[in-house]
């Protein structure tokens, strides 16, 4: 890959990791990344606009050097996280006279995790501007999408917005701008419900404050640019504004049978009544899939078996998940089996302490479920589609 100029003196410079499988030894990324550095020549200065994943650090260097870049005046760090700031003091160190612009927060981050020395930062505050001479950059604040420290930058005169991670994809591809929306939908929402839901009052005030700015593309740092933005700010605007949708998802795990049989009586009995149900094996489901069905869903139903006298680790993990990620979700219930006693139930409650949530009868089963069990799911069934009927979740 070469650089690519996007606009008159603007050029992608990034790296695009088409090999990487996992973020923060947690996130699935089943179609890879990209880390997207730009560059951007003024009349009178040069600035970068966040590096790269210090492990494709020479990838950025390589593509300055194509472009003969021997001088650079301001590298922006919007987000200390490593996969944008982690090549920092590679850039500094070829080009020295370099000063990085950030916000005071994170200049304390970059001292911090890259020992960056003080005298080397310029701190802007929110909506300061800087020249470049024929060009100008507005620093926006942008806080906790998805840490305290991050800012977006926006260039004046070409009506682009540099926003991070804001609006990214966790996507490689050879496109430098979203032309698959289909995939880019999912990639993007798989993104926006891993990384950013847990903080979505911080994303609708962000939302509404670039709705000030004209915008004719995005360039955040994962995956394809949009120079259609209306696409992505839509879809960000269902996912963070809308209500919750007439949705339950139901993630599950089971040893020997009773479980899942209640989880197989329970979606049906669902789907008869209108609701739609997402089913998670938790066994074998790729997280990213459940944290995107939550972005969406009213309702959450976890089916487990007793293990150790309370739930099956796999289903602790989904719902400390579903917990910390702060989905929409209006209403839950717990569904599954116990061979002599145990505290699943009310361990599992306890665990959904952020989520604002009605809890609906569980239905908790001694052993293989009987025919009044049965019956209790129809029960669950019924409410749950009464409920999302009361508020019409559609
Ligand atoms: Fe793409 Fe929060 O780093």
């Known amino acids: 890959m070469r650089p690519k100029e996007i606009k008159s ?40 606009i966040d590096t790269v994943d210090p492990t494709m650090e020479q990838v950025l260097i390589n593509h300055l050097d194509q472009l003969g870049i021997e001088h650079i005046d301001y590298v922006v760090a919007h987000h200390a996280e490593q996969d944008h700031a982690g090549a920092i003091p590679q850039v500094l160190a070829k080009y020295p006279q370099a000063k990085v612009v950030t916000t005071p927060r994170c200049k304390g981050m970059l001292v911090d995790l890259l020992m960056i020395s003080q005298e080397k930062f310029i701190t802007v505050n929110d909506r300061e501007s800087l020249s470049l001479g024929d060009k100008t950059l507005e620093f926006i604040y942008t806080p906790w999408v998805h840490w305290p420290e991050t800012m977006s930058t926006y260039l004046k005169e070409e009506k682009i917005l540099f926003s991070c991670d804001f609006f990214g994809s966790h996507l490689a591809t050879t496109d430098l701008y979203a032309t698959d929306e289909g995939q880019v939908y999912e990639a993007a929402k798989r993104y926006y419900a891993e990384i950013m839901m847990p903080y979505r009052p911080n994303i609708q005030k962000n939302l509404e404050k670039i709705e000030d700015y004209a915008i004719d593309i ?29 949705i339950v998802v139901l993630p599950y795990v089971s040893m020997h049978g009773s479980t899942h049989e209640m989880v197989k009586y329970l979606v049906g009995a669902l789907a008869e009544k209108g609701v739609t149900v997402k089913q998670f094996n938790l066994s074998v489901t790729d ?71 009605e809890l609906l009868e569980p239905v908790f089963v001694k052993g293989f479920p009987k025919a009044v069990d049965l019956r209790a799911l129809d029960n669950l069934a019924t409410t749950i589609a009464q409920k999302h009927k009361e508020h019409n979740f559609i």
Do not use: C
């Not at 003196?9 to 990344?33: C, H, K, M, N, S």
């Not at 949009?226 to 839509?234: V, W």
């Not at 209403?331 to 604002?356: C, D, H, P």
């Open 287 to 357: 997280i990213g899939k459940l944290a995107i069905a939550l972005v969406d869903a009213a309702t959450i139903v976890i089916g487990t078996p007793t293990v150790l006298a309370g739930a099956h680790p796999m289903v602790v993990s989904a719902v400390f998940l579903a917990n910390a990620l702060r989905p929409k979700l209006r209403f839950a219930s717990i569904i599954g089996s116990y061979g002599w006693g145990g505290r699943t139930v009310e361990q599992l409650t306890s665990m959904l302490s952020n989520l604002k949530i």
């Open 9 to 48: 003196g603007v050029y992608w410079v990034g790296a695009i990791d088409w090999d990487r499988r996992l973020f923060d030894a947690l996130v699935p990324l089943p179609d890879g990344t990209s880390y997207n550095s730009y560059l951007i020549k003024g009349s009178e200065k040069i600035a970068l």
């Open 218 to 246: 995005i360039a955040h740092a994962h995956g394809p640019m949009y120079d259609r933005p209306e696409f992505i700010l839509k879809s960000y605007h269902s996912w963070v504004f809308d209500a919750p949708r007439n």
